[in-house]
């Protein structure tokens, strides 16, 4: 669901034609925020969201450069959902909302790390979070 908001002024433009460095969609996100930013060929930044209070990981998501400006001015997270190609915050038809408390950016600039209070199941099958299937380890991961 599309959240009302301001016109989106016109997209930065990169001199050196890269496909990852400038977002797919034009957006109101602050330039230096953008600069910072390494996308992919779609113009997506993976975002890591974890629960505030526990650390716990509890979904992976992709943000494009205006869900990430509405992230940060609304405190609500906003996704880019690559299968219906439009903005969605999370908890807008399900009710488990996510009240975005920081984000952070990685040192290579190409995944945020969003802590939320989330209220209700992260993932949309029910679960507190979406990492709930434990593959088994076989190895020990000793060195010799």
């Known amino acids: 669901m599309p959240v009302p908001d301001a016109p989106v002024t016109g997209v930065p433009s990169d001199p050196t034609g890269s496909a990852a460095s400038v977002p797919a969609r034009p957006s109101r996100l602050d330039p230096a925020i953008a600069a910072q930013l390494r996308r992919t060929a779609d113009g997506l930044v993976a975002a890591v969201v974890r629960a505030h209070d526990s650390g716990e990981v509890l979904m992976v998501a992709w ?18 959902s690559r299968s219906r190609r439009e903005y969605w915050v999370k908890g807008a038809t399900s009710g488990h909302h996510q009240y975005v408390r920081s984000v952070a950016l990685d040192c290579d600039g190409d995944a945020l790390l969003v802590s939320v209070e989330q209220v209700g199941a992260a993932c949309h099958t029910g679960h507190r979070t979406c990492f709930h299937t434990e593959l088994p380890v076989t190895g020990t991961g000793a060195s010799a």
């Open 63 to 80: 943000m494009d450069d205006e869900a990430l400006h509405r992230t940060l001015t609304t405190g609500r997270a906003t996704y880019w």
